[in-house]
Every structure is written in structure tokens, then in C-alpha cells.
């Protein structure tokens, strides 16, 4: 492989590119004059990471979620997104999570047809929701009413707020307590 300078790898043997060039990629066996040299041309240019962080962005009452990868604007086209597991399986390959089960996750962004940047993915943990709690409801009288009945005749109803006595009239509009 060649840009202005020569360096030699063997067959099998892994090189990176971190500079934008124009390079010359060319293969021979050594020692053999019977079989020509190839060569190929490559244009590198570099791209730079994605930005990203991971959002909920529903959650309804049954425990379902829904996560988005945000990218700030960069192009859903051109990167690649993962959504892993806590073993390291693809449960996503898109922008969004729908996960099925809880437990620890990881988000990985990268731009498309390119060496993934050393990024660390961004952990998260989905925790089993709440869905239901014990609740006991202790109810008391609002209002009582007494009526006042003197020999067979209606006198009076008598309206209490809790134990306050709010209105005494024979035609009463309960007011609010402490007024």
C-alpha cells in the first residue's frame, strides 16, 4: 500500500487508514515472476463520529417503551445504530427500540462504510415498572343532617360539617366550613 511513502503487509494481515488520501493498494506473491502484480485505487476520506444520545419517548400504562437513538440533526441515513443486549445481541437494528424484556442495554451509533470509531456504546438499564399498587380507602361522612321535629311539625334541618355545624335554617344552603 502506497501513499508517498511504501510499507509491505503480508496477505491476511490488517492495516488502518487514518489520514484522507489518494492510495494504491498493489498484490503480488513474492518470489514469483510468473504471476503479475494487481493493483487498486482508493480515495479515503474520513468522516467524523455521530453524536448521539438515547430518549424515551413513550411509555404507556401497561410497561411498553419506546426508545429513539437522537442524532442531532445528522442524517438517519448515513450512520448505523445497534441496539444490544446485556449479551451483546442486536435487538434493533434502527433508530428505535421497542424492547421486549428488562434488564441492562447498550446503544451503539457509528457512521455508515467506515471503521467504527473507539466510542464506548451508551449504557442503559430497563428497570420492570410499577404497574399496579395496594391502596386502601378509608371513606368518612361529608355532611350530616339532622332534622328538628317539634310535635309531628317540621322545625328545622340542622347541616354539620364533620362535627361543625354549619346551618341551622328551615331553608338551608350548606355554606363551607369556617366561613
Same mark, same amino acid.
Given at each position: 500500500?502506497?501513499?508517498?511513502?511504501?510499507?509491505? +503487509? %503480508?496477505?491476511?494481515? *490488517?492495516?488502518?487508514?487514518? @489520514?484522507?488520501?489518494?492510495?494504491?493498494?498493489? !498484490?503480488? /506473491?513474492?518470489?514469483?515472476?510468473?504471476?503479475?502484480?494487481?493493483?487498486?485505487?482508493?480515495?479515503? +476520506? %474520513?468522516?467524523?463520529? *455521530?453524536?448521539?444520545?438515547? @430518549?424515551?419517548?413513550?411509555?404507556?400504562?401497561? !410497561?411498553? /417503551?419506546?426508545?429513539?437513538?437522537?442524532?442531532?440533526?445528522?442524517?438517519?441515513?448515513?450512520?448505523?445504530?445497534?441496539?444490544?443486549?446485556?449479551?451483546?445481541?442486536?435487538?434493533?437494528?434502527?433508530?428505535?427500540?421497542?424492547?421486549?424484556?428488562?434488564?441492562?442495554?447498550?446503544?451503539?451509533?457509528?457512521?455508515?462504510?467506515?471503521?467504527?470509531?473507539?466510542?464506548?456504546?451508551?449504557?442503559?438499564?430497563?428497570?420492570?415498572?410499577?404497574?399496579?399498587?395496594?391502596?386502601?380507602?378509608?371513606?368518612?361522612?361529608?355532611?350530616?343532617?339532622?332534622?328538628?321535629?317539634?310535635?309531628?311539625?317540621?322545625?328545622?334541618?340542622?347541616?354539620?360539617?364533620?362535627?361543625?355545624?354549619?346551618?341551622?335554617?328551615?331553608?338551608?344552603?350548606?355554606?363551607?366550613?369556617?366561613?
Amino acid at each position: 500500500m502506497t501513499t508517498g511513502n511504501q510499507e509491505i +503487509k %503480508l496477505a491476511g494481515k *490488517v492495516f488502518l487508514i487514518r @489520514e484522507a488520501d489518494n492510495y494504491s493498494l498493489a !498484490g503480488s /506473491l513474492p518470489g514469483s515472476s510468473t504471476i503479475c502484480p494487481s493493483e487498486q485505487l482508493l480515495t479515503v +476520506k %474520513l468522516v467524523d463520529p *455521530v453524536t448521539f444520545d438515547l @430518549e424515551l419517548i413513550k411509555q404507556d400504562c401497561f !410497561g411498553d /417503551l419506546t426508545y429513539r437513538a437522537n442524532i442531532f440533526g445528522t442524517d438517519p441515513a448515513v450512520v448505523v445504530f445497534r441496539w444490544l443486549d446485556e449479551n451483546d445481541q442486536v435487538v434493533s437494528p434502527g433508530q428505535i427500540l421497542n424492547p421486549i424484556s428488562f434488564g441492562r442495554y447498550k446503544l451503539d451509533v457509528q457512521p455508515a462504510n467506515s471503521t467504527a470509531y473507539p466510542i464506548p456504546p451508551k449504557e442503559f438499564e430497563i428497570k420492570e415498572p410499577i404497574l399496579s399498587v395496594e391502596v386502601s380507602i378509608v371513606s368518612t361522612k361529608l355532611y350530616k343532617i339532622r332534622s328538628a321535629i317539634n310535635s309531628g311539625t317540621f322545625i328545622a334541618y340542622e347541616w354539620y360539617f364533620g362535627e361543625e355545624l354549619i346551618c341551622t335554617n328551615p331553608i338551608c344552603k350548606p355554606i363551607q366550613p369556617g366561613t
